[in-house]
């Protein structure tokens, strides 16, 4: 067993550490914040088990909560999170309708595009999020060595394509653009707006530090899928472990109690 | 009659610290970019500008 395989199993354990800790939170306070971090967190934990289990053996379903759970919704879910937290309008509710049937559409297309997985193309011996995409070969590109290739027409023209696990032109592979978008704006950017209200008005320093460390953790994975789509999957799997444990300490640091209380003396009218 | 002290709860941050002055907001600013850099990507993945 490498170590890469190894990794997401240590990533499970922390985001099942974390989904636990948040929940209790909404367990206890009802916020609806706590309860879409923790849905989105648990999403977060079946992708990183789900990649786990897919770098040992093949399994559909366990594919399935991968692609829905783990590439698709976590992120949008925790941002959504963020978002109910800071901003109290209408309109967020409006946004959580749409976040909650969006979800469901793409779990709907996820499973119409089960019976047509290609699972020949499936190794244990790379990442799953480099084995997923049906990808067509530009005019002079050459496949990778290990790469399984087939020309199939689309749309009219014959073109020759790295064969993946989803075939060319899923549907559901354009959801995930959208959710991801949403996610990192909300969860990111959120995370940074909220660092920099502290820091300009020069309170909570624990707060400061843990939005800080909850932004470069999702800016982390977010920066590692990215660079596993262009193909560097190595720093996958060790940037999934390094966000659970950036972003759970950094909530952890951003939840506790104040280090110390500031007397500061205030004129107060007697009564 | 003005007087008395009131506790403020909230704790501040230190002052002439580097960590607060000169690390914090540059990482505030290195992050904010990168996010933007990858918005730019996936809705470039989004209207089929980047292909993978």
């Not at chain 1, 660079?227 to 966000?243: A, D, M, S, V």
Request: proline share 5%.
């Amino acid at each position: 067993m490498s170590i890469n395989q190894i990794l997401p199993f240590f990533s499970t354990a922390i985001m099942l550490g974390f989904t636990v800790y948040v929940l209790q939170r909404y367990w206890v306070r009802r916020a609806p914040h706590f309860l879409f971090w923790g849905i989105g967190l648990a999403m977060f934990g079946a992708g990183s088990f789900a990649e786990a289990y897919l770098s040992l053996s093949w399994n559909r379903w366990i594919f399935f909560a991968w692609y829905l759970f783990g590439a698709a919704l976590n992120a949008a879910w925790i941002g959504h999170g963020t978002l109910t937290l800071l901003v109290r309008k209408t309109w967020v509710h409006i946004v959580t309708v749409i976040l909650v049937a969006g979800s469901l559409f793409a779990g709907y297309l996820m499973l119409q595009v089960m019976p047509k997985l290609d699972e020949t193309v499936f190794t244990t011996s790379k990442p799953v999020s480099e084995q997923y995409g049906t990808k067509v070969l530009a005019a002079g590109e050459t496949a990778p060595a290990d790469a399984q290739t087939a020309t199939i027409t689309d749309n009219g023209r014959q073109v020759t394509v790295i064969k993946g696990l989803l075939p060319l032109g899923s549907p559901v592979r354009l959801t995930t653009p959208f959710f991801n978008i949403y996610g990192l704006l909300t969860l990111v950017g959120g995370a940074i707006w909220s660092a920099y209200l502290f820091w300009r008005k020069r309170v909570l320093p624990n707060r400061v530090i843990g939005n800080v460390l909850i932004a470069a953790g999702a800016l982390l994975i977010g920066s590692a899928s990215t660079l596993t789509r262009l193909g560097y999957g190595q720093f996958l799997y060790i940037g999934e472990l390094l966000c659970a444990i950036l972003m759970f300490t950094g909530f952890r640091f951003a939840a506790r109690p104040q280090p110390d209380e500031v007397a500061q003396p205030v004129t107060v009218a007697a009564g | 009659m003005p007087g008395g002290l009131q506790t403020n709860k909230k704790s501040h941050l230190p002052g002439n610290s580097l960590m607060f002055e000169k690390v914090i907001p540059a990482l505030l600013i290195l992050m904010g970019i990168l996010t933007i850099a990858l918005i730019l990507f996936a809705a470039g993945v989004l209207l089929g500008i980047v292909h993978f």
